[in-house]
């Protein structure tokens, strides 16, 4: 049990365009769920929480504008990455949580892999 | 500050030998520790967690690691390393109170000798 999928697992995209990933917990209800990103040969540096209804809670220094989060169900998160540009290359993570805040397993996808050219 | 520090960025062991990987954190409430073992290309997959009980935990793969907290620390444990062991390792720490959120170290890259 605790599955979460993500889709595509890599992206290639032109500079200027706009990309959606999908993260999917597959045999639970994910009250909340995380994007992080993730920098070759480094740790995961967290982007944001969603919470299921809500607004997501972003990190400082990510811009909110660029990184649109949206968890329209307690199975599925999107992020899409707005007018992308090469800096914008990276491993992007989810992960999704049965608990709504306080101490609970976070359970990631397989990542996606964004290049933009 | 919450953080946590995996000291050794990377580690070699011989396939038998035994393995322990350093993890330290400085967390100001009731600390919940987790590993995540991480392939290159791949997601997280959940080593072991400790949130309470016996400090001893034990996790998958035949992996177990200790929580001391006089020595804020929750060292990683295997005692015959296998060459399908290779890979990056990363310890976190999250708590109650907050909304969830897990402070990762910055891993360790596991090579496995023949």
């Known amino acids: 049990g605790a599955v979460v999928s993500q889709h595509p697992s890599r992206v290639i995209c032109k500079s200027g365009t706009s990309v959606k990933i999908e993260c999917r917990s597959l045999?639970?209800?994910?009250?909340?769920m995380f994007w992080y990103r993730q920098f070759p040969k480094q740790s995961l540096m967290l982007m944001a929480t969603?919470?299921?209804?809500?607004?997501?809670?972003?990190e400082q220094g990510v811009e909110k504008d660029k990184f649109l989060i949206n968890h329209a169900s307690l199975t599925l998160s999107t992020l899409t990455v707005t007018s992308a540009h090469p800096e914008d290359s990276s491993f992007y993570i989810c992960?999704?949580?049965?608990?709504?805040?306080?101490?609970?397993?976070?359970?990631f996808g397989p990542g996606t892999r964004l290049t933009v050219l | 500050a919450q953080s946590v520090t995996q000291p050794d960025i990377h580690i070699t062991v011989s396939e038998g030998a035994s393995l322990e990987l350093r993890c330290n954190y400085s967390?100001?409430?009731?600390?919940?520790l987790f590993w995540y073992v991480q392939s290159p290309g791949q997601g997280l997959q959940l080593l072991l967690k400790?949130?309470?009980?016996?400090?001893l935990v034990q996790g998958i793969k035949g992996f177990e690691a200790e929580f001391k907290r006089s020595q804020s620390s929750f060292n990683l444990r295997k005692p015959s390393v296998h060459w399908s062991d290779a890979a990056e390792y990363f310890c976190?720490?999250?708590?109650?109170?907050?909304?969830?959120?897990?402070?990762f170290g910055q891993g360790t890259t596991l090579q496995v000798k023949p």
């Open positions: 992960s999704a949580s049965k608990a709504s805040g306080g101490p609970d397993t976070q359970y």
């Open positions: 045999d639970f209800q994910a009250t909340t």
């Open positions: 969603s919470n299921e209804g809500s607004k997501a809670t972003y």
């Open positions: 967390y100001g409430a009731t600390p919940y």
């Open positions: 400790y949130f309470s009980g016996d400090t």
């Open positions: 976190a720490v999250g708590g109650s109170g907050n909304t969830g959120k897990l402070i």
